[in-house]
C-alpha cells in the first residue's frame, strides 16, 4: 500500500513557554494510506483534533515533520496552501461555520478559494449537495434557517465541494439521532466509493467506526499505542478499557463466551459477523455431539 | 502564535501570599503604589518603588519571562517616550545633531519615565496575574458599593464586567476554531490588501456574532431559571474578609506611600 500521508515523530506543544504549557502530541508516526477509510478513536483529551489539524497544515509541528504524497507540507507556503485543498477537513461541529447567505453561496465557498470557473463551480456544488442528500430547493435557503442535521450536511458538502483526496472528518455524527447519523455515514461512504478518496474519521464510539473502516488508529495521552484491521485493535481489550474507550459489545459478547470455554472465533466486531460466528460454534457443537 | 497565547489581563493560578490576599487590599496597594509611581521624583524614590515591585514580583512566583512577556504590547509606547524625553528636555546639551539635542536632564528623565510607565503597567498585571477575574470583580463591586448611595448600578456594571471577562477566553477559543475551519476551505487571512483583508473577515464575524448571541441568549435564560434578578438582597457564596496580613499590606502599603512622598518634599 501507498502512503498518502505521514507524520514523523511529530509533536505539538500547546501554550509553550507559558504556565499552561501542554504536550498535546508526542512523537507521533501516522500513516494513512491511498484510498483507505481509516478510523481514529480516543479518549476525550487525548489529542484527535489535534492530530488531524496537522494533516492538512492547520496547526505547525513544535517538532517532526507531516509528509503529504511524500513531500513536506511546510516546505513553502504555496505548499502549505495547496494541501488544505488536497486534504479536506471537516471540523467537530461543522454547522457553526456556516456564513453565507444561501446553502448554495456557503457550498460554493472553498471551491471559490480554489479559484475554479464558475461552471466547475456551479457542478462542484450541486454534486457535493447531491452526496450529502440536499435538494435543489434547499440550496436558495438561508442555511441559518436549516435545522441541525441539515447545516451539519451542509458543512460537509462546503468540504467535499473541494474534492479533496484525503477527507478527514472530526466527530462527524456527534449530536445527532441514529437516523442522522446513518445519513452522514452513508454520504462519507459514497463520497468514498465515487471518488476513490482516502476517508479519515474520528469517533469515540467503538461501534459507529467498527462497522465502516478498514484500518483503526488509536489516539491515548499524544501517542499511538495501536494501529491496524479493527479485528487486531480490539484483541487489546484489557488496554483499550484501561484508556476509557473499551470494545464494542458484540466482541465483548464473544470474548466472554470465549472465557466461558466456547470455541468460538472472537475476532468479530459487527453484529453480522457475531451472528455467523455464533451460528458456526453451535453447528460445530451439535456436529461434536 | 495562537491567539490564545496572549497574556493580557490573564490569571495565573497559585498559592503565594499576593494569590491569598483579599482583592480589595490588593487593588488598594495597586492604587496606592501608582499613587507613589508619581509621587516619585528622584533616584531614591524610584529605587524604594523598584525594591517594592521586586519584593512584590518575587513573593507571587510568577515567572519573571510571563511578567515581562506582558510588557511587549507596549513595547512601542515606551521606546517613543524614551525617545521624546531623550532629544527634546532643555538642559545641559552633551550631544547635537540636526534637531536631536541630548542633553543630561533629558537622559534622567528619559530613565525615570520608562521605569515610571513599565511599573505602572507591571504593577496593574502583577494585580490580575495573581487575582482571578471573579475575585477582581468581587473586589471592585464591594469597593464602589458607597457609590450605591448616588445610584450608580454598581452590582449591574460588576455583573457586565464578571460575564465580560469570563467570556472573553471563550470568545478567543471560537475565533480560533472558525478561522481554522474557514482556513480549512482555502481561506485567507494574512495576504492582500486592506480591501481583501477586510472582505476575508466576513467568513469568520459573521459566525462569530452568531454564536456570540446564541451564547447570550443561553446565559440569560440559565441566569433566570436560577431566579437571577438583580443585585438587590443578593449574598455571596464567598464572603470577602480581610484578614491580619491585609491590615500588615494596607499598612505597609501606606507606609511606603508617605515615604515617598516626604523624601520628593525634600527633593531625593
Ligand atoms: N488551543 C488549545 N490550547 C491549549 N490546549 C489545547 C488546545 N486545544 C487542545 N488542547 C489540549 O490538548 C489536548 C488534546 O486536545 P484535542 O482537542 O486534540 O483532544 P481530542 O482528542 O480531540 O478530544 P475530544 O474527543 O474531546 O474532541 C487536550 O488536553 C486539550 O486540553
Ligand atoms: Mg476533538
Same mark, same amino acid.
Given at each position: 500500500?501507498?502512503?498518502?500521508?505521514?507524520?514523523?515523530?511529530?509533536?505539538?506543544?500547546?501554550?509553550?513557554?507559558?504556565?499552561?504549557?501542554?504536550?498535546?502530541?508526542?512523537?507521533?508516526?501516522?500513516?494513512?494510506?491511498?484510498?483507505?477509510?481509516?478510523?481514529?478513536?480516543?479518549?476525550?483529551?487525548?489529542?484527535?483534533?489535534?492530530?488531524?489539524?496537522?494533516?492538512? !497544515? =492547520?496547526?505547525?509541528?513544535?517538532?517532526?515533520?507531516? +509528509?503529504?504524497?511524500?513531500? /513536506?507540507?511546510?516546505?513553502? %507556503?504555496?505548499? $502549505?496552501?495547496?494541501?488544505?485543498?488536497?486534504?479536506?477537513?471537516?471540523?467537530?461541529?461543522?454547522?457553526?461555520?456556516?456564513?453565507?447567505?444561501?446553502?448554495?453561496?456557503?457550498?460554493?465557498?472553498?471551491?471559490?478559494?480554489?479559484?475554479?470557473?464558475?461552471?466547475?463551480?456551479?457542478?462542484?456544488?450541486?454534486?457535493?449537495?447531491?452526496?450529502?442528500?440536499?435538494?435543489?430547493?434547499?440550496?436558495?435557503?438561508?442555511?441559518?434557517?436549516?435545522?441541525?442535521?441539515?447545516?451539519?450536511?451542509?458543512?460537509?458538502?462546503?468540504?467535499?465541494?473541494?474534492?479533496?483526496?484525503?477527507?478527514?472528518?472530526?466527530?462527524?455524527?456527534? !449530536? =445527532?439521532?441514529?437516523?442522522?447519523?446513518?445519513?452522514? +455515514?452513508?454520504?462519507?461512504? /459514497?463520497?468514498?466509493?465515487? %471518488?476513490?478518496? $482516502?476517508?479519515?474519521?474520528?469517533?469515540?464510539?467503538?461501534?459507529?467506526?467498527?462497522?465502516?473502516?478498514?484500518?483503526?488508529?488509536?489516539?491515548?495521552?499524544?501517542?499511538?499505542?495501536?494501529?491496524?484491521?479493527?479485528?487486531?485493535?480490539?484483541?487489546?481489550?484489557?488496554?483499550?478499557?484501561?484508556?476509557?474507550?473499551?470494545?464494542?459489545?458484540?466482541?465483548?459478547?464473544?470474548?466472554?463466551?470465549?472465557?466461558?470455554?466456547?470455541?468460538?472465533?472472537?475476532?468479530?466486531?459487527?453484529?453480522?459477523?457475531?451472528?455467523?460466528?455464533?451460528?458456526?460454534?453451535?453447528?460445530?457443537?451439535?456436529?461434536?455431539? | 502564535?495562537?491567539?490564545?497565547?496572549?497574556?493580557?489581563?490573564?490569571?495565573?493560578?497559585?498559592?503565594?501570599?499576593?494569590?491569598?490576599?483579599?482583592?480589595?487590599?490588593?487593588?488598594?496597594?495597586?492604587?496606592?503604589?501608582?499613587?507613589?509611581?508619581?509621587?516619585?521624583?528622584?533616584?531614591?524614590?524610584?529605587?524604594?518603588?523598584?525594591?517594592?515591585?521586586?519584593?512584590?514580583?518575587?513573593?507571587?512566583?510568577?515567572?519573571?519571562?510571563?511578567?515581562?512577556?506582558?510588557?511587549?504590547?507596549?513595547?512601542?509606547?515606551?521606546?517613543?517616550?524614551?525617545?521624546?524625553?531623550?532629544?527634546?528636555?532643555?538642559?545641559?546639551?552633551?550631544?547635537?545633531?540636526?534637531?536631536?539635542?541630548?542633553?543630561?536632564?533629558?537622559?534622567?528623565?528619559?530613565?525615570?519615565?520608562?521605569?515610571?510607565?513599565?511599573?505602572?503597567?507591571?504593577?496593574?498585571?502583577?494585580?490580575?496575574?495573581?487575582?482571578?477575574?471573579?475575585?477582581?470583580?468581587?473586589?471592585?463591586?464591594?469597593?464602589?458599593?458607597?457609590?450605591?448611595?448616588?445610584?450608580?448600578?454598581?452590582?449591574?456594571?460588576?455583573?457586565?464586567?464578571?460575564?465580560?471577562?469570563?467570556?472573553?477566553?471563550?470568545?478567543?477559543?471560537?475565533?480560533?476554531?472558525?478561522?481554522?475551519?474557514?482556513?480549512?476551505?482555502?481561506?485567507?487571512?494574512?495576504?492582500?490588501?486592506?480591501?481583501?483583508?477586510?472582505?476575508?473577515?466576513?467568513?469568520?464575524?459573521?459566525?462569530?456574532?452568531?454564536?456570540?448571541?446564541?451564547?447570550?441568549?443561553?446565559?440569560?435564560?440559565?441566569?433566570?431559571?436560577?431566579?437571577?434578578?438583580?443585585?438587590?438582597?443578593?449574598?455571596?457564596?464567598?464572603?470577602?474578609?480581610?484578614?491580619?496580613?491585609?491590615?500588615?499590606?494596607?499598612?505597609?502599603?501606606?507606609?511606603?506611600?508617605?515615604?515617598?512622598?516626604?523624601?520628593?518634599?525634600?527633593?531625593?
Amino acid at each position: 500500500m501507498e502512503a498518502i500521508i505521514q507524520t514523523e515523530k511529530l509533536s505539538h506543544i500547546y501554550s509553550a513557554g507559558t504556565p499552561f504549557e501542554h504536550g498535546a502530541l508526542i512523537d507521533v508516526d501516522f500513516t494513512a494510506y491511498r484510498g483507505e477509510y481509516l478510523g481514529i478513536i480516543g479518549h476525550t483529551g487525548s489529542g484527535k483534533s489535534t492530530l488531524i489539524q496537522h494533516l492538512n !497544515g =492547520l496547526l505547525k509541528p513544535t517538532s517532526g515533520r507531516v +509528509l503529504f504524497e511524500g513531500k /513536506d507540507i511546510w516546505e513553502t %507556503k504555496e505548499r $502549505t496552501h495547496q494541501t488544505r485543498f488536497q486534504v479536506g477537513l471537516v471540523f467537530q461541529y461543522p454547522e457553526y461555520q456556516l456564513f453565507e447567505e444561501t446553502v448554495y453561496k456557503d457550498i460554493a465557498f472553498g471551491p471559490r478559494n480554489m479559484k475554479l470557473s464558475e461552471a466547475e463551480i456551479d457542478r462542484r456544488v450541486r454534486e457535493a449537495a447531491a452526496f450529502v442528500g440536499l435538494s435543489d430547493a434547499i440550496l436558495e435557503q438561508s442555511p441559518f434557517e436549516l435545522s441541525g442535521g441539515q447545516k451539519r450536511r451542509v458543512a460537509i458538502a462546503g468540504v467535499i465541494a473541494m474534492e479533496p483526496s484525503v477527507l478527514i472528518l472530526d466527530e462527524p455524527t456527534a !449530536g =445527532l439521532d441514529p437516523v442522522g447519523v446513518e445519513n452522514i +455515514l452513508s454520504n462519507i461512504h /459514497d463520497y468514498h466509493v465515487a %471518488k476513490n478518496a $482516502t476517508i479519515i474519521i474520528v469517533s469515540h464510539s467503538m461501534e459507529e467506526v467498527a462497522r465502516t473502516v478498514d484500518r483503526l488508529v488509536v489516539v491515548n495521552d499524544g501517542r499511538i499505542p495501536f494501529a491496524g484491521a479493527p479485528c487486531e485493535v480490539f484483541a487489546h481489550e484489557e488496554e483499550l478499557i484501561a484508556m476509557g474507550l473499551g470494545v464494542p459489545q458484540v466482541t465483548r459478547v464473544l470474548h466472554q463466551l470465549k472465557k466461558l470455554g466456547v470455541d468460538v472465533d472472537d475476532t468479530v466486531y459487527t453484529m453480522e459477523q457475531a451472528k455467523a460466528a455464533v451460528m458456526a460454534a453451535y453447528r460445530a457443537r451439535k456436529g461434536a455431539v | 502564535m495562537a491567539l490564545k497565547d496572549i497574556t493580557l489581563g490573564q490569571y495565573f493560578p497559585g498559592n503565594s501570599i499576593l494569590h491569598r490576599l483579599d482583592p480589595r487590599t490588593k487593588i488598594l496597594l495597586t492604587v496606592m503604589y501608582i499613587v507613589a509611581l508619581f509621587l516619585a521624583k528622584q533616584l531614591v524614590g524610584y529605587g524604594i518603588m523598584m525594591v517594592v515591585l521586586a519584593s512584590a514580583i518575587a513573593v507571587s512566583k510568577v515567572k519573571l519571562k510571563t511578567i515581562f512577556r506582558g510588557l511587549k504590547p507596549i513595547l512601542i509606547i515606551i521606546i517613543i517616550t524614551a525617545f521624546l524625553n531623550l532629544f527634546w528636555t532643555p538642559g545641559q546639551t552633551i550631544w547635537k545633531w540636526g534637531f536631536l539635542n541630548l542633553t543630561v536632564e533629558g537622559i534622567w528623565s528619559a530613565v525615570f519615565m520608562v521605569l515610571r510607565i513599565s511599573m505602572l503597567i507591571l504593577c496593574t498585571f502583577l494585580l490580575t496575574y495573581t487575582t482571578s477575574p471573579i475575585l477582581l470583580t468581587d473586589g471592585l463591586e464591594n469597593l464602589m458599593n458607597p457609590l450605591k448611595k448616588i445610584h450608580v448600578p454598581v452590582h449591574e456594571l460588576s455583573m457586565m464586567m464578571s460575564i465580560a471577562l469570563r467570556f472573553i477566553p471563550t470568545l478567543i477559543e471560537e475565533t480560533d476554531k472558525i478561522m481554522s475551519a474557514q482556513k480549512a476551505r482555502g481561506a485567507d487571512f494574512d495576504t492582500g490588501g486592506l480591501m481583501d483583508k477586510a472582505k476575508a473577515l466576513i467568513p469568520l464575524l459573521v459566525p462569530l456574532f452568531i454564536s456570540a448571541f446564541r451564547r447570550a441568549d443561553e446565559l440569560a435564560i440559565a441566569m433566570e431559571c436560577r431566579c437571577y434578578h438583580g443585585g438587590e438582597g443578593r449574598t455571596r457564596l464567598r464572603q470577602l474578609k480581610y484578614r491580619k496580613a491585609d491590615a500588615a499590606f494596607l499598612v505597609g502599603g501606606l507606609a511606603v506611600c508617605v515615604a515617598v512622598g516626604v523624601l520628593a518634599h525634600f527633593g531625593l
